[in-house]
T-cell receptor
């Protein structure tokens, strides 16, 4: 089985711009979670989608949004980028979703740099 | 919500020695505790997990112990090797939707 695929691997954006990141989960996995990883804050939960519905959301501003398609692929969008949004954004898929304590399988992440 | 504390933040051991990383959690309803290993520049990978109906689980050189009364769980790595060098994260479920909250990570360095 192919693993979790995230595109692009690297992005450089300017403050004020918006960005869209993409995640393709493992085949058969219906849950997709997004995490932000920074050296100072570790792994911070953004949101989880299951069967095209956002099931849970972390403590991030409304500039961070996401969606999931019928094929379970997911995208996250960050609008009005700030310097502090520079981070590694990790997507993780799971079979039954976090509610069912299904193990998370992470992608390689998208490294976003905001200048 | 869940508060997961992880200690130590850095750990150096000699090759062949054991390493222990400890995490505490606050939500008594938590019932699933995974450990992830993240090598430099790579994705976090699940190395072992434990559910609350058992107190210990082993997989070759890796073991996890759980003390639900004290609300802590630990990762034990025996006979450490240089390839064990990585950042290790613990996690526990929190919130009504039980999303995983991660500890702050432990940088393990195994010295040859």
């Amino acid at each position: 089985k192919a693993g979790v695929t995230q595109t692009p691997r690297y992005l450089i954006k300017t403050r004020g711009q918006q960005v869209t990141l993409s995640c393709s989960p493992i085949s058969g996995h219906r849950s997709v979670s997004w995490y932000q990883q920074t050296p100072g804050q570790g792994l911070q939960f953004l949101f989880e989608y299951f069967s095209e519905t956002q099931r849970n959301k972390g403590n991030f501003p409304g500039r961070f949004s996401g969606r999931q398609f019928s094929n379970s692929r997911s995208e996250m969008n960050v609008s009005t980028l700030e310097l502090g949004d520079s981070a590694l954004y990790l997507c993780a898929s799971s079979l039954g979703g976090q509610t069912n304590n299904s193990p998370l399988h992470f992608g390689n992440g998208t490294r976003l740099t905001v200048t | 919500g869940e508060n997961v504390e992880q200690h130590p933040s850095t750990l150096s051991v000699q090759e062949g020695d054991s390493a222990v990383i400890k995490c505490t959690y606050s939500d008594s309803a938590s019932n699933y505790f995974p450990w992830y290993k993240q090598e430099l520049g790579k994705r976090p990978q699940l190395i072992i997990d434990i559910r609350s109906n058992v107190g210990e689980k082993k997989d070759q050189r890796i073991a996890v112990t759980l003390n639900k009364t004290a609300k802590h769980f630990s990762l034990h790595i025996t006979e450490t090797q240089p390839e064990d060098s990585a950042v290790y994260f613990c996690a526990a479920p929190s919130g009504s939707a039980r999303q995983l909250t991660f500890g702050s990570g432990t940088q393990l360095t195994v010295l040859p």
